[in-house]
């Protein structure tokens, strides 16, 4: 993996102070106080955010937003028919009924899904992705995942498969920690 660049003064770069010269300040101003996760948690966050930016910046080119994106890649993802109830686009989307009720309703009003009756349970709501529906996320999904794989592409084969697993276990490990394994918005409300 890269090094972080580093100037005379301490700074990365960026004219911002590195995770290490920021650990090292708290540790020199309170020793005692655990300063390690300022190496991985800072950078984690800072990757989300710039992640989360540049996806939306792609999206909007796209013409689609990321809830939306969502709810297609879902349904795709499902394989044909690419139908699901509602139920399950939101055991799937780690989403509230309501935040599905609303992605479904806009992308019906697209014509990118359609809603049909269920079968079994009374009020049971199937999704359908529609054949422009199917192309949008076919096309989008496409773009957002190759613009990813350039931002990573400063990362070996290797160590790509390294912090995948590395990762998953942090993720694992901290929802276990916290009781809590749903995945919502990045620093937003749930």
């Given amino acids: 993996m890269a090094k972080e660049p580093r100037t005379e003064n301490g700074e990365d770069g960026t004219g911002r102070a590195s995770t290490r010269d920021i650990a090292a300040a708290w540790e020199r101003e309170r020793p005692g106080t655990p300063s390690d996760s300022i190496g991985i948690v800072t950078p984690i966050w800072q ?3 710039l992640f989360g930016d540049d996806r939306r910046r792609v999206l909007a080119s796209a013409g689609v937003d ?3 994106l969502d709810l297609l890649s ?3 993802r499902s394989g044909p ?3 699901l109830s509602t139920r399950e686009l939101g055991r799937r989307s780690l989403v509230t009924a309501g935040a599905i009720s609303q992605r479904v309703a806009r992308a019906e009003r697209e014509g990118l899904v359609t ?3 269920g079968t079994g349970r009374p009020r049971t709501v199937q999704i359908a992705l529609t054949a422009a529906g199917h192309d949008l996320v076919e096309v989008t999904v496409d773009q957002v995942l190759l613009r990813e794989t350039e931002l990573i592409g400063g990362l070996t084969p290797d160590e790509r498969n390294r912090l995948t697993e590395l990762l998953h276990l942090l993720l694992t490990d901290v929802q276990q920690r916290i009781g809590d394994d749903r995945i919502t918005q990045v620093g937003g409300e749930e």
């Fill in 47 to 49: 990757l989300a955010k």
């Fill in 66 to 68: 990321s809830a939306t």
């Fill in 74 to 76: 879902v349904l795709r």
């Fill in 81 to 83: 028919p690419y139908t």
């Fill in 115 to 117: 809603r049909q009756p």
